[in-house]
Each structure stands twice: as structure tokens, then as C-alpha cells.
């Protein structure tokens, strides 16, 4: 009877120190951790009331809250995720894969390889292969017309850690679908077909794969090596330059050197596994210091990027700034970084003045990430700069009112707006403005032969005129294109030229030279 007290007391005495644990972390500094990587949400416990507790939900939130803040929950994750590392050599992420050598691979990236990623788009390929011409014809379209206005645009065709590295893949015992064809491979075979600017580093990668002294993808990451970055980012500026046939600063790359320490992002999935030691890589990564070539001649072109991560790499080698004049950054075509006045491209209702207004637009993704080239941003870049909003406006409107002569459509977006908490009215214009994107050929048959459409949206034009007016000081005009892509900035210039009853012109032009001497 003793010895079963005392193990009863040795047991309870271990689940109460087990539920003070958060508090003992929490009073106590010296029990400090670093945080686990990764997306995290906040749990919050439900008010008790009597009809989450009947339906169970009250003691869900209860049991969510303690998985999610149990004391000392940091080191005892990483020795978990270690465990299972060392003994069944697994990981617990649902979306990275490793091979026997302790290579990480996102696991589209193995999909794709193995060419089953396309059926995640389409299950007949001769269709998806019909899309991907499709938006390669309107890419080549959207490149003539602002062509015309002294506008570049190009599309970067980034590579993919499986296609450039196979031979480090986990071996296939998952994906059987028959060979057939993958959008890295594709793309640039249509776009070399219909002449659109593009630079393939996915193919560049493939060729020296096996001279380069380098990783061209870390081992434990994702994402193109930051050595590799570099030399595709002096390329990139160099591509650059030719495209537009002006003068760019340029950088100089110092002798690779070692360490044995991952430069971030080089280790990005490592840290998403949250393991308790660091994974030994196979040899040293290699890393070059990249330093820009002073040149008083240079000029500072404006850029818009739409595009993935891999930007981040380039931005981590170079200060964009010292090579542009501005280049907000369209992730994946919706959050907006780097930009004054825009911070989702959901914002932004000319789109047509924004184009115009650059000098460079750059469609940048991975062998993956091409498989949703643009993401929308085509199709509504080719309408815009086409066709006035008066004109898009009319289209959207004939198909709301089929939207609410279709009873099916219309209950379904009613049903939406209840369920959601949103107006129908702006639900109906959402769908209208969709399905107007996803086919705009049906709506403006002009866009759907093979000549580069006539059609012109008048601002296009009206912008063109203006810049000419500074052409020959390609700094101020630069500011003028920001002053006019900035419709804060555009109402602050016109309300100062009408209060002091100056010219728009004249206020323009010593608002862009005051910004000029601000910078200075």
C-alpha cells in the first residue's frame, strides 16, 4: 500500500509540474527559447458557454491552446523533429521531402520532375499546353504594344531545384504518371517560338551544372543559391541594359570564397523543420561579394516585378536602390512591396498609367511557379492597355446582367455573400470582372486573332507626351513617372499648381526637381 501511494505521488507530482510548465517559462527569463519557424496563428480559448461546451467546441479550443502553449513547447518540438530525423529519417513537414543524402526538396518540386505537377492545373495536358500558348500569345502581344511607348518587357524564367539537381531526388515511389511534357520546358519553347524576351536560367543552370565550382542550389534549400543569385542578378542587369539600350550601373563579384555557415536563405527548409542540431552538409557552401562598379554615366530605369520568391534573393545580393530608380514588387500579382502608395495590387485601378509609367516590366518565376504565369496579371495587362475603362466597364456590366439573368450563377453568389457577410453587389462585380479575365477573347474579339491588336487605351498616348517632355533628363522624368503612378502624390501637385495659380506643367516640373534635390 506504501509503494502504491508513493507511486501515485511520484505520478502526480510529474503532471503538475507538466501543467505549471507554462508558468515556470513564462516568470522565470533564464528559460528563454528561440522560436520555432513557420506560419503560427494565436489560439485563443472560447468563452465558456452552454452551447460550445455541449457541442465540444469549448473543449477543443482548451485542448488547441495547451498543444499550441505548453511550457518548455520550443526545445521539446526540436527534439521530436530530431527524433524523427535520426531514427525513421523523416520529417514532419506535409510539404518537404529529403533523399538519402540529406538533400530537402519542396515536394512540388518532386512532382514536377516527375510530371505529375501539370495535373494539379489540368488532367488533359493538350489543354494545359493550349493555355500556356495562350498566355504566351497575350505575353507577345502586352511586349509589342508598349514596345511601341519605349516600354521593355521580359519574362525570367527562374529554375527549379528538381530539374536542375535530379540526381539528388528522393527516389520515385509516389508519382506514376506517363512523361509528358513540364511548363519550364514549354515556355521558353513558345516563347522562342513567338519572339517574347525572356532569359532562361533554368536552361543556363542545366549547362553548367557540372563545370560550376558551386551549389547552384543549397542543399537544405529551396531557393537558388545565393552564390548562383548573384551571377544570374549581374546577367540580369546586363540583359537589362541591352533590352533597353541604355547605360546601367553594373557589379563587380569578388573570388568565391568558403563557410561552413549557411548565408540566409540558404538553409530556408532546414529552419522550416525546426530540427535540434544543424544538418552537415555535404561539402562547404561558396559565396561571392557582389559590389557596385561606380559609374557617373549610369541611369536608374523604373521596374515593376511580377513575380515569386526568388526576387528576395537578388534583393539580398544588390541595393535595388542603387540600380533603380523605384521597383515595387507585385508578389505573386497581389501584396505590393516596396511602393509608396500601393500595398495589394487589388488597390490599384489604373493599371494601364502604371505600366506606362515604368520603364521595365519583369515576369519572374520558377520552374513550378510557371505553371500560373502571371498569376492573372496577363490577361488584365492586355485589356488595360487596350482598352479604355469606359469600355472594360461597359463588358463587366453586360455580364453582371448575365450573371442575374443566370438563376443558378445568381444563387450562387447570394449564398456566397450570406455566407461570407459580404454585399452581393460587390460579389457580382468580382465575378464579372473574373470572368471577364479568364476569357477576355470572348469579350474584345480583337484580341483573339494573331495580329497585335490596334486597339489603344488613350492613356497610353496621353502619358507618352508628357514624358517627352523631359526626354532629355532621364532622372527628372523618372519622377514625373512616380509623381503620376502616385495618385496621392498626382492630387497634392494639382492642388498646389491651383492654389498657387501656376501652371500643372511648371508645378510638375519643380516638384520632380525638388524631389531630385531631397535625394541629393
Known amino acids: 500500500m506504501k509503494k502504491k501511494i508513493t ?23 533564464i528559460f528563454t527559447f528561440v522560436p520555432l519557424n513557420g506560419v503560427s496563428q494565436k489560439t485563443e480559448i ?6 460550445n461546451y455541449t457541442k465540444g467546441t469549448w473543449q477543443g479550443s482548451i485542448e488547441k491552446y495547451i ?14 523533429n530530431q527524433f524523427l530525423w535520426d531514427c525513421f529519417k523523416k520529417t514532419f513537414s506535409k510539404t518537404i521531402v529529403r533523399n538519402e543524402e540529406n538533400w530537402l526538396f519542396e515536394k512540388m518540386f518532386v512532382q514536377d520532375y516527375y510530371e505529375s505537377l501539370q495535373y494539379n492545373y489540368s488532367e488533359n495536358p493538350e489543354e494545359l499546353k493550349k493555355k500556356f500558348a495562350t498566355e504566351a500569345k497575350r505575353l507577345y502581344f502586352i511586349q509589342e504594344i508598349l514596345k511601341e511607348y519605349g516600354k521593355n518587357l521580359f519574362v525570367l524564367v527562374e529554375p527549379g531545384k528538381g530539374d536542375i539537381y535530379p540526381e539528388h531526388l528522393p527516389e520515385n515511389k509516389t508519382y506514376n504518371r506517363t512523361k509528358y511534357f513540364s511548363a519550364v520546358e514549354y515556355y521558353p519553347y513558345l516563347f522562342d517560338s513567338l519572339h517574347v524576351n525572356h532569359i532562361d536560367v533554368n536552361a543556363w543552370f542545366k549547362q553548367m551544372k557540372d563545370t560550376a565550382s558551386f551549389n547552384l542550389y543549397p542543399q537544405t534549400g529551396t531557393h537558388w543559391s545565393n552564390i548562383a543569385a548573384a551571377y544570374a542578378t549581374d546577367s540580369l542587369l546586363r540583359y537589362m541594359e541591352k ?17 561552413n555557415e549557411n548565408k540566409n536563405p540558404d538553409a530556408d527548409l532546414e529552419g522550416l523543420l525546426n530540427l535540434q542540431r544543424k544538418i552537415q552538409l555535404e561539402k562547404p557552401n561558396q559565396y561571392v561579394d557582389a559590389t557596385v562598379i561606380p559609374d557617373s554615366t549610369a541611369v536608374k530605369p523604373r521596374m515593376i516585378v511580377i513575380g515569386d520568391s526568388y526576387l528576395w534573393n537578388i534583393s ?5 536602390k542603387e540600380f533603380f530608380h ?29 505600366l506606362i509609367n515604368t520603364d521595365y516590366i519583369m515576369i519572374s518565376y520558377c520552374s513550378t511557379m510557371l505553371y500560373n504565369l502571371g498569376n492573372s496579371f496577363i490577361p488584365k495587362a492586355l485589356v488595360n492597355i487596350c482598352y479604355n475603362q469606359e469600355q472594360i466597364d461597359s463588358v ?31 460579389l457580382l462585380k468580382e465575378n464579372a470582372l473574373y470572368t471577364l479575365y479568364q476569357n477576355p477573347e470572348k469579350y474584345f474579339p480583337e484580341l483573339a486573332g494573331n495580329e497585335i491588336p490596334k486597339s489603344r487605351n488613350a492613356i497610353l498616348s496621353e502619358m507618352t507626351e508628357i514624358q517627352k517632355q523631359f526626354a532629355d533628363d532621364f532622372e527628372m522624368k523618372s519622377y ?19 492654389n498657387r495659380g501656376t501652371s500643372f506643367a511648371e508645378t510638375l516640373r519643380e516638384e520632380a526637381r525638388f524631389a531630385i534635390e531631397q535625394k541629393k
Open 326 to 354: 523605384s521597383s515595387p514588387y507585385w508578389y505573386y500579382n497581389s501584396t505590393i512591396y516596396w511602393h509608396n502608395a500601393y500595398k495589394s495590387t487589388s488597390e490599384i485601378t489604373d493599371l494601364a498609367n502604371q
Open 396 to 426: 463587366e456590366m453586360t455580364i453582371q446582367q448575365d450573371i442575374l439573368n443566370n438563376a443558378e450563377w445568381k444563387k450562387n453568389i447570394e449564398d456566397k455573400a450570406v455566407k461570407q457577410n459580404a454585399e452581393f453587389t460587390a
Open 46 to 51: 472560447q468563452p465558456l458557454t452552454l452551447e
Open 316 to 320: 539580398y545580393q544588390i541595393n535595388l
Open 480 to 498: 514625373v513617372c512616380e509623381i503620376y503612378s502616385n495618385p496621392n502624390w498626382l492630387q497634392k501637385v494639382k492642388e498646389h499648381s491651383q
Open 67 to 80: 498543444s499550441e502553449n505548453y511550457g518548455f513547447r520550443e526545445p521539446s518540438v526540436r527534439l521530436y
Open 243 to 259: 533590352l533597353g539600350n541604355i547605360n546601367m550601373k553594373n557589379i563587380s563579384l569578388s573570388k568565391p570564397y568558403y563557410s
Open 7 to 29: 507511486y501515485s505521488g511520484i505520478l502526480f507530482s510529474i503532471l503538475m509540474v507538466i501543467f505549471f510548465l507554462p508558468m515556470i517559462q513564462e516568470h522565470f527569463t
